[in-house]
């Protein structure tokens, strides 16, 4: 890297260079400790704004990426510090409920938010799923900090002390502590793989028709028998495929031909928006559902309400009558 006279990097004297190669992954990294994509974006423009006003002082000692990525840690902690976690509904510690029991919207909780894949850069997806991400939600906020940079930014446990202005020996009791937890939780990022098979590309297909037909017996061959569904903001979650298909089928309000499906990606996990017929014809949003895959089956659905959702992730706003 090289430097001027007056050893500031020449990195830092284009701040929106700067600013445009650092973004996505500093934007992964605060939605990671947040669980939250709007909070991560405030918190990646606080992290530009601190290191803006401490450019001059900056001494070289690391990489500009580390030093970015130690500011922004610290201004997630700050901002984290007394917030209460964001779970989804599976992580609420209620059990499953019967699919005809009344649905019980809470849209007060600060739920765990998907993330659009274009948003952020990652190396590796698995360290952006939602799974890992909710897991994360149950630590601490220092405990959730050095698990990301230990295990998912591979630093060194000196280097993350510096960072925390702590001690080595802190910093890997930390994240004993929180390994502890995460196996109580879901997997952690090297557990799942990334690229989809055929078989996998061809259940997503019938996945899409099956919903555009309303056919709950093919929709149910197509979930794993222990399967999960939940839908934040509504607290409850549904275990097993054939309850799943029975929620489907008695509390989705959308018949045969009313459901079509645009896919997308979120948490480097394939996602569709989901749109429902209205009374003129047209399609409105409905939910966005992010899909955990189990080889050629669908094992875990996350489905999130909200037409705000869907702007994140820059779905239409609405399909015509004649769309399929």
């Given amino acids: 890297m090289s430097t001027d006279q007056s050893g500031t990097t020449t990195e830092l004297q284009d701040f929106d260079a700067l600013t445009a190669r650092y973004e996505r992954e500093l934007l992964a990294h605060c939605y990671r400790m947040s669980g939250s994509v709007h909070e991560a974006e405030d918190l990646v423009q606080e992290t ?21 990525y130690r500011i922004a840690t610290n201004v997630c902690l700050t901002n984290l510090d007394a917030r209460p976690r964001r779970p989804l509904p599976t992580g609420l510690g209620a059990p499953d409920v019967d699919a005809a029991d009344p649905l019980d919207a809470q849209p007060e909780i600060p739920w765990l938010e998907p993330i659009p ?63 502890a937890q995460l196996d109580k939780q879901r997997p952690t990022p090297e557990t799942q793989g990334v690229d989809l098979t055929d078989a996998q590309r061809q259940l997503l297909d019938d ?23 939940e839908m934040p903001p509504f607290t409850g979650w549904y275990a097993g495929s054939t309850t799943i298909g029975e929620l489907i089928d008695s509390q989705c309000p ?15 996990q394939p996602a569709y928006g989901l749109y429902m017929r209205n009374p003129d014809g047209s399609f409105r949003p409905f939910q966005l559902q992010v899909l955990e895959l189990d080889g ?15 702007q994140r992730f820059g779905l239409p706003e609405a399909l015509p009558a004649d769309h399929r």
């Fill in 207 to 229: 996945y899409v028709e099956a919903f555009w037909a309303k056919d709950i017996d093919r929709i149910v061959s197509l979930l794993t028998a222990e399967a999960t569904w």
């Fill in 48 to 68: 530009f704004l601190r290191a803006w006003r401490a450019s001059a002082d900056f001494q070289g000692r690391s990489s500009v990426r580390t030093w970015l």
């Fill in 254 to 268: 959308g018949g045969s031909h009313d459901m079509p499906m645009i896919a997308t990606s979120a948490n480097g």
């Fill in 117 to 179: 894949d274009a948003a952020v850069q990652v190396e590796q997806k698995d360290t952006i799923r939602l799974a890992f991400v909710a897991a994360l939600q149950h630590l601490p906020a220092r405990q959730r900090a050095v698990l990301i940079l230990r295990d998912v930014l591979r630093w060194s446990a000196a280097e993350v002390a510096e960072a925390l202005d702590t001690t080595a020996v802190a910093v890997n009791s930390a994240l004993q502590r929180a390994h």
């Fill in 296 to 310: 050629d089956r669908v094992r875990h659905v996350s489905a999130f309400h909200g037409t705000e959702v869907f």
